[in-house]
Structures are given as C-alpha cells and as structure tokens.
C-alpha cells in the first residue's frame, strides 16, 4: 500500500458544487500538508498540520477548509471554487521532531476542474 | 528569510548525457536539503537529502554535496536515460523546525533518445 493516497484523483465541479478532497498516510507521520501545483507556477503550500493542529495557513480563501480528524486522515472541503482554483491539489506527510528533520512524502495529488 | 532559488528550465539533453541542475538556498543556521523528483501524473517523490554542510546525499546514479560555503545544493548525474525526464525541485527544512519546507520552482527535464 502506498504512503500517502489521495482519492479522488480527478475531480470536475461546477463553481456552486462542494465536495472534498480526501488524503490518507499510512506512514505513522504525525504532520500532513496541502499544497496547491499549477501550471507554471510555484509550489504553493496551502496548509500545515502539525499533531492534529493546524500551524500554518498561508492566507488561502475561505472557499478552502481544511480538517484533520486524526494525524492520519486530511480534508479539504471546497465550496463555490473560481476557475482559477483548477489546479493539481497534492498532499504530504512527514515525521515532525527535532533534528535531524525528515523529508516530505507526497501522495499522487488530486487534479481539480472547475467548470 | 527561508528561500530555494533554481536553474530555469526547461532542459533539453541527449540520453547518456551529463546533467547538472544548479541549487541555491538562503536560510539561517543549518538547513536540511532534498531534491525531490516528478513523473507526469504523480506526486513529487524524494531523489536524495543531505542534513549537514559536506554530506553528499546520492540515489539512482543522481548527487548533491551540501556545500555551505556557497550556498549550494547542485543535483548532477554523469549519463542521464530517457526514464530521467521529469520535473526537479529542490527544497529545504528550516534548523528551527521540522514542519517548515521551502521549495524551488522546478526544473523540466526532457532526455531524448
């Protein structure tokens, strides 16, 4: 089983539509992430949780709402996206502990369409 | 403040071909340093890190010596296949923190046969 598992993998939505992104690790990682990859741009971190808490958000709007239930499960409900919220939605995971850090690992992401 | 700063792209080579991706960072202390790799319709995936000045981190015929002098964390390979072509990010943690990572903007390889 991989690491981190993203579902769905593909999502197409209209701009009144909400659903929710879904990310799984299976890694024993007690922090996890959202990032947000569009063309042409850089990597754009969304959101950190840290031990279930949430440590960093990155003035994302508020049609983005992260949850995090437990240190391994990750949502993102969307709500009334814009077009320019089509994107690959990828998430990570991580070991979050004193030095020496450890890397990310990533899932596969979600690729967005907002029709 | 914390920052990754890479060679644009894209980049073009002949399969066999030696690769070098240029790496700088900026950041206070000690920073921890990976890159990492991106096959089209996949996440990113680790390549390779080092955690202290002089380590030389190494993955599949791929390395990157830390070099804290200049700043550098430079990704070579001596002969590059046509499987190589992806996208390449570098990235650094922060010495103060484990839950902070500061990414490159990319570098797209394309290897031809």
């Known amino acids: 089983e991989t690491g981190v598992t993203q579902t769905p993998r593909h999502l197409v939505m209209g701009m009144t539509n909400k659903k929710s992104l879904k990310c799984e690790q299976h890694?024993?990682?007690?922090?996890m992430y959202w990032y947000k990859q569009s063309a042409k741009k850089p990597l754009e971190l969304m959101f950190v949780?840290?031990?279930?808490?949430?440590?960093e958000n990155n003035s994302v709007p508020s049609r983005f709402s992260p949850e995090c239930p437990n240190s391994s499960h990750l949502f993102l409900h969307l709500h009334t996206l814009q077009p320019e919220d089509s994107a690959l939605y990828l998430c990570?995971?991580?070991?979050?502990?004193?030095?020496?850090?450890?890397?990310?690992?990533f899932g596969d992401g979600t690729r967005l369409s907002i029709l | 403040g914390n920052s990754v700063t890479q060679m644009e792209g894209p980049v073009t080579l002949s399969e066999e071909a030696f690769l070098t991706i240029n790496c700088t960072y900026t950041a206070t202390g000690y920073p921890s340093l990976f890159w990492y790799v991106q096959y089209p319709g996949e996440g990113l995936q680790l390549l390779l890190k080092?955690?202290?000045?002089?380590d030389k981190g190494s993955n599949k015929g791929f390395e990157a010596t830390y070099r804290k002098e200049t700043t550098s964390f430079h990704l070579e390979k001596g002969s590059v296949q046509v499987s190589d072509s992806a996208v390449y990010f570098c990235?650094?943690?922060?010495?103060?923190?484990?839950?902070?990572?500061?990414f490159g903007t990319g570098t797209s390889l394309t290897v031809i046969p």
């Open positions: 949780y840290s031990l279930e808490e949430r440590v």
């Open positions: 890694l024993g990682h007690n922090a």
């Open positions: 080092a955690t202290k000045a002089d």
């Open positions: 990570a995971s991580s070991q979050d502990q004193v030095a020496p850090y450890q890397p990310q690992h």
């Open positions: 990235a650094l943690t922060p010495s103060n923190t484990g839950n902070q990572f500061y």
